[in-house]
Nanobody
Framework: QVQLVESGGGLVQPGGSLRLSCAAS?????????????MGWYRQTPEKQRELVAE???????NYLDSVKGRFTISRDKAKNTVYLQMDNLKPEDTAVYYC???????????WGPGTQVTVSA
Protein backbone atom coordinates (compact mmCIF):
# COMPACT_ATOMS: atom_id res chain seq x y z
CA GLN A 1 0.00 0.00 0.00
CA VAL A 2 1.55 3.27 -1.15
CA GLN A 3 1.03 5.86 1.56
CA LEU A 4 3.20 8.79 0.45
CA VAL A 5 4.02 9.85 -3.10
CA GLU A 6 6.31 12.76 -3.94
CA SER A 7 6.31 14.75 -7.17
CA GLY A 8 7.74 17.98 -8.54
CA GLY A 9 11.44 17.28 -8.60
CA GLY A 10 13.66 18.05 -11.57
CA LEU A 11 16.59 20.03 -12.91
CA VAL A 12 16.74 23.75 -12.17
CA GLN A 13 19.37 26.44 -12.50
CA PRO A 14 20.86 28.12 -9.43
CA GLY A 15 18.51 30.82 -8.21
CA GLY A 16 15.49 29.01 -9.60
CA SER A 17 12.44 27.56 -7.86
CA LEU A 18 10.66 24.24 -7.57
CA ARG A 19 7.59 23.11 -5.66
CA LEU A 20 7.51 19.58 -4.34
CA SER A 21 4.24 17.86 -3.51
CA CYS A 22 3.60 14.93 -1.21
CA ALA A 23 0.27 13.20 -1.65
CA ALA A 24 -0.54 11.25 1.50
CA SER A 25 -3.00 8.43 1.95
CA UNK A 26 -6.22 9.26 3.73
CA UNK A 27 -5.20 7.12 6.71
CA UNK A 28 -1.89 8.86 7.27
CA UNK A 29 -3.33 12.31 6.80
CA UNK A 30 -6.12 11.54 9.24
CA UNK A 31 -3.54 10.58 11.88
CA UNK A 32 -1.61 13.73 11.03
CA UNK A 33 -4.70 15.91 11.38
CA UNK A 34 -5.32 14.33 14.80
CA UNK A 35 -1.88 15.46 15.93
CA UNK A 36 -0.41 11.96 16.11
CA UNK A 37 1.99 12.47 13.20
CA UNK A 38 4.21 15.26 11.93
CA MET A 39 4.73 15.62 8.19
CA GLY A 40 8.12 16.60 6.87
CA TRP A 41 10.51 16.84 3.96
CA TYR A 42 13.93 15.26 4.17
CA ARG A 43 16.82 15.02 1.75
CA GLN A 44 19.75 12.71 1.18
CA THR A 45 22.88 12.66 -0.96
CA PRO A 46 25.42 9.88 -1.45
CA GLU A 47 27.80 11.81 0.81
CA LYS A 48 25.40 12.66 3.63
CA GLN A 49 22.85 10.94 5.81
CA ARG A 50 19.21 11.77 5.35
CA GLU A 51 18.47 15.09 7.03
CA LEU A 52 15.33 16.94 7.98
CA VAL A 53 14.70 19.92 5.71
CA ALA A 54 11.34 21.12 7.03
CA GLU A 55 8.42 19.81 9.03
CA UNK A 56 4.91 20.94 9.81
CA UNK A 57 2.61 19.94 12.64
CA UNK A 58 -1.14 19.61 12.52
CA UNK A 59 -1.35 22.97 14.32
CA UNK A 60 0.68 24.50 11.48
CA UNK A 61 3.89 24.98 13.45
CA UNK A 62 6.94 24.70 11.24
CA ASN A 63 10.61 23.92 11.66
CA TYR A 64 13.40 24.35 9.12
CA LEU A 65 16.98 23.32 8.56
CA ASP A 66 19.09 26.43 9.13
CA SER A 67 20.52 26.42 5.62
CA VAL A 68 17.08 26.62 3.99
CA LYS A 69 15.47 29.20 6.26
CA GLY A 70 14.15 32.12 4.24
CA ARG A 71 14.32 30.11 1.00
CA PHE A 72 12.05 27.10 1.57
CA THR A 73 8.45 27.07 2.77
CA ILE A 74 6.50 24.03 3.90
CA SER A 75 2.71 24.06 3.77
CA ARG A 76 -0.21 21.69 3.62
CA ASP A 77 -3.62 21.46 2.00
CA LYS A 78 -5.88 19.42 4.25
CA ALA A 79 -8.58 19.12 1.59
CA LYS A 80 -6.10 17.47 -0.77
CA ASN A 81 -4.17 15.41 1.83
CA THR A 82 -1.04 17.05 0.44
CA VAL A 83 2.06 18.65 1.89
CA TYR A 84 4.17 21.01 -0.20
CA LEU A 85 7.71 22.30 -0.14
CA GLN A 86 8.22 25.54 -2.02
CA MET A 87 11.92 25.93 -2.75
CA ASP A 88 13.17 29.32 -3.92
CA ASN A 89 16.65 30.66 -4.62
CA LEU A 90 17.92 27.13 -5.03
CA LYS A 91 21.63 26.46 -4.68
CA PRO A 92 23.79 23.63 -6.03
CA GLU A 93 24.15 22.33 -2.47
CA ASP A 94 20.39 21.73 -2.39
CA THR A 95 20.89 18.93 -4.91
CA ALA A 96 19.60 15.71 -3.35
CA VAL A 97 16.86 13.15 -3.34
CA TYR A 98 13.98 14.66 -1.41
CA TYR A 99 11.73 12.42 0.62
CA CYS A 100 8.38 13.04 2.20
CA UNK A 101 8.22 11.56 5.67
CA UNK A 102 5.42 11.01 8.16
CA UNK A 103 6.76 10.77 11.71
CA UNK A 104 4.66 9.07 14.37
CA UNK A 105 5.12 11.18 17.49
CA UNK A 106 4.65 8.30 19.95
CA UNK A 107 7.31 6.00 18.48
CA UNK A 108 9.26 8.40 16.18
CA UNK A 109 8.87 5.77 13.46
CA UNK A 110 8.79 7.27 9.99
CA UNK A 111 6.93 6.28 6.88
CA TRP A 112 8.69 7.30 3.68
CA GLY A 113 7.77 8.05 0.13
CA PRO A 114 9.97 6.78 -2.72
CA GLY A 115 11.68 10.16 -3.14
CA THR A 116 12.11 12.68 -5.93
CA GLN A 117 15.39 13.93 -7.37
CA VAL A 118 16.19 17.65 -7.24
CA THR A 119 19.24 18.79 -9.19
CA VAL A 120 20.43 22.39 -9.09
CA SER A 121 22.98 23.01 -11.81
CA ALA A 122 23.86 25.52 -14.47
Amino acid sequence: QVQLVESGGGLVQPGGSLRLSCAASRSIFRLYAMGLYVMGWYRQTPEKQRELVAEITSSNSTNYLDSVKGRFTISRDKAKNTVYLQMDNLKPEDTAVYYCGAKELKTLRKTWGPGTQVTVSA
